[in-house]
């Protein structure tokens, strides 16, 4: 497709249950982040990929949280023992370049029960 | 750290009403701010930016001045519509290191337009 696609649209787990997320960029972004946006409030960051490596992941919450995306384009983002505090909507977004506009996904709701 | 205050929702307005939404911002260095709304049912989209202090930004109608003095983004529409109805971000991008670009965002403000 033409924009960013996240998948599943919707997750429910529950407590210490294993999650993955996944985001297909568009075509040719190089740059891809990662943010969390909890109800009411704005996203926040969690991780930035420049190619394939993590140029910053100064916002993963913990070590629970890790994302990868090995070929420079699809990225997994990866919850483990989640908790009722990951419920949210886990949001991807592509750009051409640093600096360069973000274009978002719909996001991927997570509900831990 | 980098932060972004916009006035807390929800707005409600009648159709064709003057709609201000405030943003004030603190950052290091000279960011880059923005506008993104977010329909209902659908992702964040840019709604409009500005690279620098006096730049406007504009679309749909909308537009935003970039106040360095006094670190504002106030988003403005001089008549709104039912379909402007949706949760609107202010937000600014700031180089973090390390070749990041990190996106701030508001908390966001929920606009209903009513007929």
């Known amino acids: 497709g033409a924009g960013v696609s996240q998948t599943p649209s919707n997750k429910v787990t529950e407590k210490g249950k294993y999650v993955e997320l996944r985001c297909d960029p568009i075509?040719?972004?190089?740059?891809l982040y990662w943010y969390r946006q909890s109800l009411g409030q704005g996203p926040e960051f969690l991780i930035y990929?420049?190619?394939?490596?993590?140029?910053?992941d100064s916002g993963l919450p913990n070590d629970r949280f890790f994302a990868v995306r090995p070929e420079g384009s699809v990225s997994t983002l990866k919850i483990q023992r989640t908790e009722r505090g990951d419920s949210a909507v886990y949001l991807c977004?592509?750009?051409?370049?640093?600096?360069?506009?973000?274009?978002f996904g719909e996001g991927s709701r997570l509900t831990v029960l | 750290g980098n932060s972004v205050t916009q006035m807390e929702g929800p707005v409600t307005l009648s159709e064709e009403a003057f709609l201000t939404i405030n943003c004030t911002y603190t950052?290091?260095?000279?960011?880059?701010l923005f506008w993104y709304v977010q329909y209902p049912g659908e992702g964040l989209q840019l709604l409009l930016k500005?690279?620098?202090?006096?730049d406007k930004g504009s679309n749909k109608g909308f537009e935003a001045t970039y106040r360095k003095e006094t670190t504002s983004f106030h988003l403005e529409k001089g008549s709104v519509q039912v379909s402007d109805s949706a949760v609107y971000f202010c937000?600014?991008?700031?180089?973090?290191?390390?070749?990041?670009?990190?996106?701030?965002f508001g908390k966001g403000t929920k606009l209903s337009v009513i007929p």
């Open positions: 977004a592509s750009t051409l370049g640093p600096g360069g506009e973000l274009f």
């Open positions: 075509s040719g972004h190089t740059a």
């Open positions: 990929f420049q190619g394939t490596g993590a140029a910053d």
């Open positions: 950052a290091t260095g000279y960011p880059s």
């Open positions: 500005a690279t620098k202090a006096d």
């Open positions: 937000a600014l991008s700031a180089y973090s290191g390390a070749g990041s670009y990190q996106l701030t």
